[in-house]
């Protein structure tokens, strides 16, 4: 079974520097990668996705995130925060069952300092 | 258009109470999603329809229902539920490519559930 592993409960950064928020999986075949984001009470937007091709990902808001199959990680970053990205930011991997559910990580909680 | 919409926003109910939950999408996506969310917790999957059919059930306890009476609309029927079932409920849909290949999943708002 997969699984996601986000290391950093919480994490304070000071608005207008860089952020990565770190997340490691474990899967037996290539994995199918999501980031999502949900502000308080809402539901999640997904960030950004990689299925396959360039492990380099661009997705919305100025996030990136690189996949390193060699570290089965797949780390989310930002050259800039603002303070409209305090949030909780979920990892996720789905399976390979057709339509199957998403496994997510424990989740990041950001915090933006002024 | 990603937009999954979800009624009621906010659900007050007794134990011995039956409700419902009901989820949207006109995307023409055929799989769609229940997860349920506990308080700084992740989602956890609750069943998953594919065109229609009920494909994965998570060993959800039968006081919830799942219905799907077409492919835009996804409904959970609840009925005496506890006070630990008090959690947001997301629904998801995505397309459900042939080949087990896997598509977004977009989520909806969420149904904030309050068991008393």
């Known amino acids: 079974a997969q699984s996601v592993t986000q290391p950093d409960i919480h994490i304070t950064v000071s608005e207008g520097a860089s952020l990565e928020l770190r997340c490691n999986y474990s899967y037996g075949a290539t994995p199918y990668l999501f980031w999502y984001v949900q502000s308080p009470g809402q539901g999640l937007q997904l960030l950004l996705k990689?299925?396959?091709?360039?492990?380099l990902v661009q997705g919305i808001k100025g996030f990136e995130a690189e996949f390193k199959r060699s570290q089965s990680s797949f780390n989310l970053r930002k050259p800039s925060v603002h303070w409209s990205d305090a949030a909780e930011y979920f990892c996720a991997v789905v399976g390979n069952r057709g339509a199957d559910g998403l496994t997510f990580g424990k989740g990041t909680h950001l915090i933006i300092q002024p | 258009d990603t937009e999954v919409t979800q009624t009621p926003k906010h659900l007050v109910m007794g134990m011995t109470n039956k409700k419902s939950l009901k989820c949207e999408q006109h995307m023409g996506h055929r799989a769609m999603y229940w997860y349920k969310q506990k308080a700084k917790k992740p989602p956890e999957l609750m069943f998953v329809?594919?065109?229609?059919?009920?494909?994965i059930n998570e060993s959800v306890p039968s006081r919830f229902s799942p219905e799907c009476p077409n492919s835009s609309l996804l409904n959970l029927h609840l009925h005496a539920l506890q006070p630990e079932d008090s959690a947001l409920y997301l629904c998801?849909?995505?397309?459900?490519?042939?080949?087990?290949?896997?598509?977004?999943?977009?989520f909806g708002p969420g149904t904030r559930l309050l068991v008393l």
């Open positions: 990689y299925f396959s091709g360039d492990t």
């Open positions: 998801a849909s995505s397309q459900d490519l042939a080949g087990g290949f896997q598509e977004t999943q977009y």
């Open positions: 329809y594919s065109y229609e059919k009920l494909s």
